[in-house]
């Protein structure tokens, strides 16, 4: 990859491969995504659709690369609702919305360590306030407010889509192999595009396979965080957490389709596809009184789907990370892009931004190398 126009090759379609692939085209290169499932599909193999979702940090207070990928989000969001001039509650084209969010906190934690009023994102966050004391509901020991983005995850991977389309970029929906690692799917990427006559050569690929990393790469520290939630009808008010430990509740409002999702579990190395019906009437339950708006006249909420989805755990967090990998095609650059656990969508600005930055400094290092 040179400073002029390169050839980048994003595998996966997620928030995360579609968000990178924007961010490559926006810098003028050209992009190919090839990926097993694309905007539209619902597997639970693909995580995106599956989502919340909001901005709601997940980094803590000694993450400071993270830190900076959640309040570009954070910032890049807002930016395109006060844009597109969109009052609380009002979806902008890309299916984003802002809304006050209330959290609570039913146990002391790490976070909380050095009181509500130190969390790291307090001074970035718009609106923020401590919840005082006096006024905490019962069983919590902190709260605070402030104004954050909830996201359509429909409308949005639909959005990143049609502006790859816009900036010329290409999407391939094919499955690459897994059974020969990385190398074997580089390789069979090669054989593959020029069937859809793509034959411009190929300056680098990024990995951006979600939680099927684990068996593409392949890379044992994968792992699924599994998330069941319950899709309702109608539009909560307000986002809402309240945080218990292992489980949050949490009530995420989705302008764009009449629609609040209501969560949910974080269940580590659990694999199970199926919703449980216990965790379903748990989590109704313990969103009755936390999103009352939504309770119908018979005072239940109006179920349309209860899903599941597996967050792509990593243990160490994501990495991004240049590899170059011998296959039988040749010698390919590859930056490994996945493992966003359960942030995928706030850390998908500067995670993209970082993986431009560390294939250019790669390039740039090969290119002064090869002078010398
Ligand atoms: C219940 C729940 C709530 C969440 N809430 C939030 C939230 O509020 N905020 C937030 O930021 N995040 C949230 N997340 C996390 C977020 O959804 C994920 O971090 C994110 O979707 C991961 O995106 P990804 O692009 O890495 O993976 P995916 O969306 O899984 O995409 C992976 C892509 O790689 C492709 N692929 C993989 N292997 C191959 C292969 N061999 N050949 C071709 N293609 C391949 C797949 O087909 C797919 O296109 C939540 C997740 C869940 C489950």
Sequence with gaps: MTASKAHIVVIGAGVVGLQTAVTFLEHGHAVTVIAKHVPGDKSSEYTSPWAGAQWRTHSTAKDFELQKWDIASYERWFQTVEQEKKEPGQPTKSGVAKFHNVMYWAEEDEELANGPENLWYAPHMRSFEVIPRSSLPKGAVAGVKYDSISIDTTVYLHHLVDRITELKGRIVKAELPTAGGIAGALAAATRLLPVYSINTPISAFVNSSGILAKDLVPDPAVHPIRGQTVLVRGVATQLRAIIRG???????????????????????????????????????????????????????????????????????????????????????????????????????????????????????????RAKL
């Design 246 to 368: 292992k489980g949050v509740t949490y009530v995420i409002p989705r302008a764009a389709s009449n629609s609040t999702i209501l969560g949910g579990t974080k269940q580590v190395g659990d694999w199970n596809q199926n919703p449980d019906d216990t965790t379903t009437k748990w989590i109704l339950e313990s969103c009755r009184d936390v999103a009352p708006e939504l309770l119908n006249e018979k005072g239940e909420f109006d179920v349309l789907s209860v899903n599941v989805g597996f967050r792509p755990g990593r243990t160490g967090g994501p990495r991004l990370e240049v590899e170059e990998i011998q296959t039988e095609a040749g010698k390919f650059v590859v930056c490994h892009e996945y493992g966003h656990a359960g942030a995928g969508y706030q850390l998908s600005f500067g995670s993209a931004e970082k993986t431009l930055g560390l294939l250019t400094e790669h390039f740039q290092r090969h290119a002064t």
